[in-house]
């Protein structure tokens, strides 16, 4: 689909030149410290696979490590096909291959018995393979799941959690794709460029009406749900439209909010009420699930545009219907869906004052690039008993030492999971 089109990658696994270092990783210091032995899982990997600190965010995973590797042989990692409408990209397993021994589901299913002791990794594309008890319970060896993207509502962290495996995302190279369509939808269902696009192209259409009129985005108040890096990157390109913008967030950010001019609303309801879009840049989880339902919609002005750029069922997509159907909202423009695709006599699908685009947040050739790299380093740095490459020290301590402050709500942590296990983005926007 969108993301199986090809990209060319260069051969060590660089960075892209002018990209800022990687952002804060998800594994706890305590279990990505240099000489961390694994036991639980029967497996001795300190320091049997060596990665660089700098292995990305602008440099190479370095030429001792492959050099190990190739004295070795390299660990497996399970995906789910290559190529395919499902599988990895042809370029990205390319560069898995050079790290690791690549095994596919069909290969690991025709012979369990030898590949399951080979398998210590998966990677995670697209949200496939599936993870769940049948396929742990047959991967004695298996230290690390590499979810390529920043969003894990698709994994079960306690179940994983109670067989030693860790899991890993990457939120950097996620951020500003996420916040280029999220502008690109707000200006979409602003000037109505769908139905614009669709009347100019119509063999019916005789003339333009001169009353088909859209909504200007500069100088407009936009609400933006979720000041994580996503949200503040939309934030920074909001002011170059000279839009009034409000946030709320779990805590207040003032840094973030000084440098691009934001206004604190600590109670989600006044940004609903004042907000001419709106724009969810939040985790999935128990607590903002249907965050947005049938009363915050009544709260929003009736020239209002709301926008998803996060998950589908942080809607109510049926409160959603009612309040685009009887003009409650201007319109909506909708990144994800609950599913998705949506089934295809869904009401959303017959509005015309809606906007829906099959999650292409993170779709591009550079986004997919950098997710596999960031993915590709983690792994490698959990089985190598080593701390993640390029993790920010500052921006680290501060999530940690913040920990409970910031899961209160809107990235509440998963109860009974270990927080070696995974450390999620706190509110931040997903792909």
């Known amino acids: 689909m969108f993301r199986s089109k090809a990209f060319s990658l260069l051969k060590p696994i660089p960075l892209m ?6 952002a804060y990783k998800f594994i706890h210091p305590a279990i990505a410290s240099h000489g961390h032995r694994c036991h639980r899982r029967g497996v001795d990997y300190r320091q049997r696979y060596k990665t660089c600190p700098g292995s990305a965010g602008g440099q190479t995973i370095s030429a001792p490590q492959t050099k190990v590797m190739a004295e070795e042989e390299l660990p497996g990692v399970l995906v789910l096909d290559i190529g395919g409408t499902h599988g990895v990209l042809e370029n990205v397993a390319a560069l898995l291959k050079k790290h690791f021994r690549l095994i596919t589901m069909k290969e690991f299913l025709e012979n369990k018995k030898e590949m399951s002791k080979k398998i210590q990794s998966v990677f995670v594309f697209e949200g496939r393979p599936t993870i769940d008890q ?146 969810l840049v939040v985790n999935l989880t128990p607590e903002t699930h249907k965050l947005i339902g049938k009363k915050e919609l009544g709260l929003m002005k009736p020239t209002a545009i709301l926008i998803n750029i996060s998950r589908g ?47 292409i947040g993170t779709a591009t050739v550079q986004a997919t690039r950098m997710m596999a790299e960031e993915a590709i380093a983690n792994m490698l740095a959990v089985l190598s008993g080593q701390p993640i490459p390029n993790h920010r020290r500052r921006r680290a ?3 940690f030492g913040k920990l409970n402050r910031w899961h209160t709500r809107s990235t509440a942590w998963p109860h009974g999971v270990p927080e070696e296990t995974f450390l999620p983005h706190y509110h931040e926007g997903i792909s």
């Open 397 to 399: 301590t501060w999530a």
């Open 17 to 22: 030149s002018g990209q800022p270092n990687l």
């Open 313 to 359: 069922a942080v809607i109510d997509q049926d409160a959603l219907v009612e309040a685009l159907q009887s003009k409650v909202i201007r319109a909506a423009a909708l990144d994800v869906t609950h599913p998705e695709p949506l089934p295809r006599d869904h009401p959303l699908l017959k509005l015309n004052n809606i906007i829906i685009t099959p999650h």
């Open 134 to 279: 049948e396929l742990l319970e047959s991967l004695p060896n298996l230290k690390v799941i590499g979810n390529s993207g920043v969003g894990v509502d698709h994994l079960d962290l306690k179940m994983i959690s109670n067989f030693g495996v860790k899991v890993t995302n990457t939120p950097h190279a996620v951020a500003d794709p996420t916040a280029d369509i999220g502008v690109a939808l707000m200006l979409a269902s602003a000037r109505r460029l769908v139905e614009g696009c669709q009347v100019a192209v119509s063999p019916d259409t005789k003339y333009f009406a001169v009353d088909w009129l859209g909504v200007e985005v500069t100088r407009a108040t936009l609400g933006i749900i979720g000041m994580g890096s996503i949200g503040y990157r939309v934030a920074q390109r909001a002011r170059a439209f000279d839009m009034r913008i409000l946030y709320h967030n779990r805590n207040r950010r003032k840094e973030e909010e000084e440098a691009v001019g934001a206004h604190y609303c600590e109670k989600m309801e006044d940004l609903l009420q004042q907000s001419d879009f709106v724009m």
